[in-house]
Nanobody, 125 residues
């Protein structure tokens, strides 16, 4: 099973940017679909976006489309979430997750077999 560790979270003002990293160990993630999810206080965890192995296609939740970008560096076994134009509503714990299929572009948590511990992102107004 792959071990995932997120980093890069912190406190930022509205309109600012952050880049989250998800470093993998134990297995190469180059053939996995990698997803990002977030959980705000008092809310359920929600899908943010994903990047597939095949074609490196990306998909995003409507709430972040045009502001967030997912990329992957297979040589570093790392996936990134670039977050721009941040809003207070983006405040949440952000998690990366691995879907072992690689070809699937599922937004369902149940389809992701490995999860990181999360990193806190706080956006002040």
């Amino acid at each position: 099973q792959v071990h995932l560790v997120e980093s890069g979270g912190g406190l930022v003002q509205a309109g600012g940017s952050l880049r989250l990293s998800c470093a993998a160990s134990g297995r190469t993630i180059s053939s996995y679909t990698m997803g990002w999810f977030r959980q705000a206080p008092g809310k359920e965890r929600e899908f943010v976006g994903l990047i597939t192995w095949i074609g490196s296609s990306t998909y995003y939740a409507d709430s972040v489309k045009g502001r967030f970008t997912i990329s992957r560096d297979n040589a570093k076994n790392t996936v990134y979430l670039q977050m721009n134009s941040l809003k207070p509503d983006d405040t949440a714990v952000y998690y990366c997750a691995a879907d072992y299929t690689g070809w699937r572009a599922s937004r369902l948590e149940a389809d992701f077999g490995s999860w990181g511990q999360g990193t806190q992102v706080t956006v002040s107004s």
